[in-house]
């Protein structure tokens, strides 16, 4: 399983930026898949999730809205579009997939994360600065 995030860069306070995720080694069929990030000094937290079942989108649900996953299953690509950006959304981003995997929170925890054994792309920086 491989995965390599692109589409980072300094973007100004309310703009957007598309990131994409090329994956390879392995097709979307039966894995889940999600996208994380992580700011300077915080721990890692999931912004959105599918389930290697398909359906349903799992968003963190102080960015859904603002956030959107979506997915070209021909060609092994993940996308995650980022609007009205804010300079807390600062962080790396990373794509990640698990096989057979299922979204789930934590107690206690407002972002989703993947059951099983979680393969994390390389990530992209997103500074949001003006």
């Known amino acids: 399983v491989q995965l390599q995030a692109s589409g980072g860069g300094l973007v100004q306070p309310g703009g957007s930026l598309r990131l994409s995720c090329a994956a390879s080694g392995f097709t979307f069929d039966n894995y889940g898949l999600a996208w994380f990030r992580q700011a300077p000094g915080k721990e890692r937290e999931g912004i959105s999730c599918i389930g290697h079942f398909g359906g349903n989108t799992f968003y963190t649900n102080y960015l859904e809205g603002r956030f959107k996953f979506s997915r070209d299953d021909a060609k092994n690509i993940l996308f995650l579009q980022m609007n009205n950006l804010q300079p807390e959304d600062t962080a790396v981003y990373y794509c990640?997939?698990?096989?057979?995997?299922?979204?789930?929170?934590?107690?206690?925890?407002?972002?989703?994360?993947?059951?099983?054994?979680?393969?994390y792309g390389q990530g992209t920086l997103v500074t949001v600065s003006s």
């Open positions: 990640a997939a698990a096989e057979r995997g299922t979204c789930f929170r934590y107690n206690g925890r407002w972002d989703y994360t993947l059951t099983g054994q979680i393969s």
